[in-house]
T-cell receptor
Framework: DGGITQSPKYLFRKEGQNVTLSCEQN?????MYWYRQDPGQGLRLIYY???????QKGDIAEGYSVSREKKESFPLTVTSAQKNPTAFYLC???????????FGPGTRLTVT | QKEVEQNSGPLSVPEGAIASLNCTYS??????FFWYRQYSGKSPELIMF????GDKEDGRFTAQLNKASQYVSLLIRDSQPSDSATYLC??????????FGDGTTLTVKP
């Protein structure tokens, strides 16, 4: 099956800990994206990558880091510098930048 | 001013009616426009995309784009209870930056 997978579905962490969210796609898409969604709000862009070994900051990159070492994978690290990390995190991919995006199932992160 | 603005909602229509969802954007460099549907607790799914001025129809859905007015809309004909969801408008520039509106929640009443 082609698609985008994110793991885990739910993640709980203590404040002060870094945590890495996984995103994998087997659609052979060049571009990948990370978004954050808070209750009742739209999606806010954290980072995006147009191609392997390249990525750009989105609107809310502070406290987050990414890597794009493989076409299929775009992991997101939520660092202890992120002040309000509890949110629904969504990964997406598209054939190339500016085209339609396809979303993974999301990871709900709770930090206490 | 937000980069992408949608009707604040919620929007309620009776079953079988036409639902009209609107979106305006501020970046004149925007090149591609998308509508996603998001059910509560789920991730967004693509409904329509439109790149050129005019109308684009796909089944019960019609997307309309007017770049001069910086306006994009989604019409849902013969609305069904299963269409009840939050609809997200998204705008991309050619540089790859993607901006979403806050969404409009639609309820279709049987």
């Amino acid at each position: 099956d082609g698609g985008i997978t994110q793991s885990p579905k739910y993640l709980f962490r203590k404040e002060g800990q870094n945590v890495t969210l996984s995103c994998e796609q087997n659609l052979n898409h060049d571009a990948m994206y990370w978004y954050r969604q808070d209750p009742g709000q739209g999606l806010r862009l954290i980072y995006y990558s147009q191609i392997v070994n390249d990525f750009q900051k989105g609107d809310i990159a502070e406290g987050y880091s990414v890597s794009r070492e493989k076409k299929e994978s775009f992991p997101l690290t939520v660092t202890s510098a992120q002040k309000n990390p509890t949110a629904f995190y969504l990964c997406a991919s598209s054939p190339r930048v500016a085209l339609e995006q396809y979303f993974g199932p999301g990871t709900r992160l709770t930090v206490t | 001013q937000k980069e992408v603005e949608q009707n604040s909602g919620p929007l309620s229509v009776p079953e079988g009616a036409i639902a009209s969802l609107n979106c305006t954007y501020s970046d004149r460099g925007s090149q591609s426009f998308f509508w996603y549907r998001q059910y509560s607790g789920k991730s967004p799914e693509l409904i329509m995309f439109i790149y050129s001025n005019g109308d684009k129809e796909d089944g019960r859905f019609t997307a309309q784009l007017n770049k001069a007015s910086q306006y994009v809309s989604l019409l849902i004909r013969d609305s069904q209870p299963s269409d009840s969801a939050t609809y997200l408008c998204a705008v991309n520039t050619n540089a790859g930056k993607s901006t979403f509106g806050d969404g409009t929640t639609l309820t279709v009443k049987p």
